[in-house]
């Protein structure tokens, strides 16, 4: 993705950090906003059998 733009939306910071999932990629990364809101994930499948599910919504 060399002609990826970063966008920066008002209310809302991000990050991405590489936890050794993969290789040095940002393999990790949230969103957060400054104030409640709603929100919708995006789950992949994966084969690390340590991962806990996401049970918590707002």
Known sequence: MADAKIRVVPGFSWFGKNIGIKDNTLDFG???????CRAAG???????SCMTPVTNFI
């Open 42 to 48: 995006v789950f992949t499948r994966n084969t690390i």
């Open 30 to 36: 949230g969103i957060l906003a400054d104030v409640p």
